[in-house]
């Protein structure tokens, strides 16, 4: 983590209160934990345990609590508590601890799990252990998100159902009671929409991969291992099986079923269940093979017409 | 709206520095007001005119500003101003008064709406009552929003037409003066973009209902009680009569007109005008009947020209 | 720059502790500097050498720090330091200071361009001059944005590649090493999706203009002066060479190239590398002339049969 711009130690000093012990013009460009530190970096050291390490560690400088003698080309930065010192600085060189007060307080999230700037965390959101949630992705109410479970920015996980009775006086909304259940693994890209189940949860399962912007509707359950490409579009109450494979903009009509292993090409478009291990192409959607000697076929017309006349 | 944990009387009391008279133990899991308060809940009282029905509540524990004996069961929290009092543990329950500068001092906004964290409102944009705006939405200068509208997460109302001149220095932009104007009753879903009016109003009519991930371009009208699945994308000066549906993924070229209680099936590419009351497919888009039929013929080409060829 | 409603000078100079002098009835409608202050407008001038510009400036009431007689229709307020209530008028009336804490340190950002509230600036990232960057946008670590470079809300750039490996224990992630970097005079609709290099760049080449919801996946390059409409994706590793437009729900395979110059239509889907110049059609794509004809000639098929038949 560096600092905007090198800084010489005896500034770094007078900026932390610290006294300077050594080379006091010496530059310091970042800073970094011990078993990390490079040169022109400064680390901590609030252990005598630990003070062999540092001192021989490539640091150029080393935040500490006890008086030493500075070795050649290091410099000696002293404070009462030095990790208090380290962490506020990382803190401040993050600068990621803005709008802290999105995440509800009866969210629950995970150790080393890391939530950045403009994430919103509903109520009883849960999220496990060593996920990343990158900056302003929304998670609404009652999500839970499993372990190791990336999120990019401006992703939407748990807003409502697209579900609506016509009556005469216009649509009447119908209540999402249900939720969203991420499960271990799972990667989603930019911008994508998961919506909750109305009654029941939409389920992404372990170790799916999902791309940018793709939207995946209320109540549809995916399987394990899937990969989504950009722009695919799946309706509500769908069952996707494990290791289906859907390319760039396919689109999947509700209540339908992709069996385990499917493949669906760039562009599809899907109206009815499909058998899994085999792969598809077309909107509406064929057997790949099928489609492209339609396709061929299609081409031949104007010379097979043309024959057929004479 | 619960605590992130139960905790006693007692801990609570000494949270809010008020006198706890009662069963001290007692566990408390959350705050309600007096019409909706269960039991286990905090409410509050601040007017002798409520004290028999408060007591009389289900609430576990009452902040009051009077010295009253606590029924069986119930706990008193005394404090100067209960209303007060309650109001502030409300808002840090609900962790959404962050970001609050987010919304331009010349924005107005109705009773009983609630903007949720990371929502922005630009300059002199007006919301009406009684709308629910989910967290990082995004407002621009001007858009003017009716009664009872609900956006959800990471959408974006009022970015600049997508609207340029040629010119040999490359694409001269054309400023977009107009703004958006969505009516009463309408419910647009997660991470849609509207874009403002070239010189005119984008509407959106009342009633209109928006799936996730909706485009819609600049001096577009939209009916009242129209419903637009996920993916739709429509360009600018479009006009969308009444009752119209468009299913998943349906694209629309600008300068159209679709007419009253058309229907257009999935993935379907329009770049001529429909009439209403008419279902539709296909890419470009036919009437779905005939388009069904030319389906199926083409499915049945390579037996036809088979035969003709003998 | 408006304020929410006109007010009396007498009113704002009680507001800004200034000493009112001239007519103290006089509305101002909002503020401005001196280059472009309009009638009912507030400017200021600090300095005895601009007095004079100020005085005869359109402005109707003048931030000054010496005494002068107001002139005819004029009204000055006198406060000590005329340059700091100016600024801190404007930045109330912005409301866009919000969320600062949401840039990182060591992001450099170019004179005269704006940051609105919910920006991300990640680690090191690097933004020109006159830039306007929309609310919530998100800009990830290490990405580099040229001059007169517009991005609208909800966009991320430099999210992950979508680039994994399958293995016997699921898919691993390869990381994403490399950067995005966005030329000068480039605009990028709302809610974009553009990913960073895997060990590369990815390029948005100088003056193209994106529309809404358009996704460009990792390492691919865009040339200069292209045009590309709402909700087209494409994949990584991609070269679209200068001129090139795609309108509205292209999806392009990965690993590509289109020449310079081509246009494809809507919804037309890309498998394979297409020549500069032309116009196409199609999923998958042809030359639109061809396609034009093919469907043409699909039309006539019932009528051509029965006719064969016979």
Redesign the interface.
């Known amino acids: 983590?560096?600092?905007?711009e090198a800084i010489t130690a005896a500034d770094l000093a007078a900026q932390l209160n610290a006294k300077c012990i050594g080379n006091s013009e010496i530059k310091i460009v970042g800073i970094n934990e011990i078993h990390r530190v490079e040169d022109g970096e400064l680390t901590f050291c609030d252990s005598s345990k630990y003070i062999k390490k540092a001192l021989a560690s490539k640091a150029t400088a080393i935040l500490v609590n006890e008086l030493f003698e500075a070795p050649q080309g290091k410099v000696l930065l002293l404070v009462d508590k030095p990790f208090d010192v380290f962490t506020a600085l990382s803190k401040?060189?993050?600068?990621?601890?803005?709008?802290?007060?999105?995440?509800?307080?009866?969210a629950k999230v995970g150790e080393g799990t890391v939530l950045?700037?403009?994430v919103?965390l509903g109520?009883?959101v849960t999220i496990g252990q060593d996920c990343f949630i990158?900056?302003?992705v929304?998670i609404?109410d009652g999500c839970c998100i499993g372990n190791n479970v990336?999120i990019?920015?401006?992703?939407?996980i748990g807003?409502?159902a697209?579900y609506?009775q016509r009556s005469p006086q216009?649509?009447k909304?119908l209540n999402s009671s249900g939720t969203v259940r991420i499960e271990d693994?799972v990667?989603i890209?930019?911008?994508c929409?998961i919506?909750r189940g109305v009654t029941s949860e939409t389920v992404i399962g372990?170790?799916t991969?999902i791309?940018?912007?793709v939207?995946i509707?209320h109540d549809t359950v995916i399987g394990?291992?899937c990969?989504f490409?950009?722009?695919v579009?799946i309706?509500g109450v769908v069952t996707v099986e494990d290791d289906v494979i859907l390319?760039?903009?396919v689109?999947v009509?509700k209540d339908l079923t992709i069996g385990k292993g499917a493949v669906v090409l760039?562009?599809s478009?899907l109206?009815k269940s499909l058998k899994g291990g085999i792969t598809y192409f077309g909107?509406?959607v064929r057997e790949a093979r099928e489609k492209m000697?339609?396709?061929a076929?299609?081409?031949q017309?104007?010379a097979?017409?043309e024959e057929?006349k004479r």
Not at 1 to 4: E, K, L, T, V
Not at 92 to 106: F, H, K, N, Y
Not at 152 to 156: A, I, L, Q, R, Y
Request: glycine fraction near 14%.
């Open positions: 983590m560096n600092f905007p401040e060189l993050r600068g990621d601890i803005g709008c802290a007060e999105m995440v509800s307080p009866s950045m700037p403009g919103f109520k009883n990158h900056p302003n929304t609404y990336i990019h920015s401006g992703t939407v807003a409502d697209f609506y216009g649509f909304k693994d990667e890209g930019a911008s929409t919506d372990k170790g991969k791309d940018n912007m939207q509707g394990q291992n990969l490409a950009s722009q579009g309706a390319w760039g903009q689109g009509q760039g562009q478009g109206a909107s509406p000697k339609e396709l076929l299609i081409k017309l104007p097979i017409i057929l």
